[in-house]
Antibody
Framework: EVQLVESGGGLVQPGGSLRLSCAASGFTFSPYTMFWVRQAPGRGLEFVSGISSNGRATYYADSVKGRFTISRDDSRNTFYLQMGSLRVEDMAVYYC???????????WGQGTLVTVSA | EIVLTQSPATLSLSPGERATLSCRASQSASSSLAWYQQKPGQAPRLLIYGASNRATGIPARFSGSGSGTDFTLTISSLEPEDFAVYYCQQRSNWPGTFGQGTKVEIK
């Protein structure tokens, strides 16, 4: 059974940092492009960051460029989102998701909540 | 960047009725369009990819159609568990964009 499990969310002050992790199981992780998608309270879905299967291609939303870094460790079947200089507008549920077919997402984690507040 | 506009924003229907959800792209998205369902407190679930292909385990009452700039998700007969928010998503340049969502609520 394919599973994606996020961890690392929590309460952080503006300007602070957090590292999110997404642990994958039930499939061979290394060939897949993986993404972080977030959803602010009462809002829609927004792509945050993605990383290709070999790690050579990455994507960042304009709103997080220079502040967030995505990485992966295929030996641990895990990928990460290092978030820095956090802002109130980064507050959201962060989902990890597996990409298929170059664009759609067939499996999602349950989400981890990031709260940015003083 | 392709902008996806979903309509209506809210659809109020009764169980057993047919739901027709629209997703319009600002430029051609070919057939690289997906639909997701999201219930409160849950992650999105893939329903349709390639505009018309049902994902694994998705009931036949869900169908997708369209190409280019106009796409439709149809739920032939609403079940109680179908009341949720539905998002379309396309790939123009990686990773694409999401529509703003259509909420299907119980009338």
């Amino acid at each position: 059974e394919v599973q994606l499990v996020e961890s690392g969310g929590g309460l952080v002050q503006p300007g602070g940092s957090l590292r999110l992790s997404c642990a994958a199981s039930g499939f061979t992780f290394s060939p897949y492009t993986m993404f972080w998608v977030r959803q602010a309270p009462g809002r829609g879905l927004e792509f945050v960051s993605g990383i290709s299967s070999n790690g050579r291609a990455t994507y960042y939303a304009d709103s997080v460029k220079g502040r967030f870094t995505i990485s992966r460790d295929d030996s641990r079947n895990t990928f990460y989102l290092q978030m820095g200089s956090l802002r109130v507008e980064d507050m959201a549920v962060y989902y990890c998701a597996r990409e298929r077919g170059g664009y759609y997402f067939d499996f999602w984690g349950q989400g981890t909540l990031v709260t940015v507040s003083a | 960047e392709i902008v996806l506009t979903q309509s209506p924003a809210t659809l109020s229907l009764s169980p057993g009725e047919r739901a027709t959800l629209s997703c319009r792209a600002s430029q051609s998205a070919s057939s690289s369009l997906a639909w997701y369902q999201q219930k409160p407190g849950q992650a999105p679930r893939l329903l349709i990819y390639g505009a018309s292909n049902r994902a694994t385990g998705i009931p036949a009452r869900f169908s997708g159609s369209g190409s280019g700039t106009d796409f439709t998700l149809t739920i032939s007969s609403l079940e109680p568990e179908d009341f949720a928010v539905y998002y379309c998503q396309q790939r123009s340049n990686w990773p694409g964009t999401f529509g703003q969502g259509t909420k299907v609520e119980i009338k």
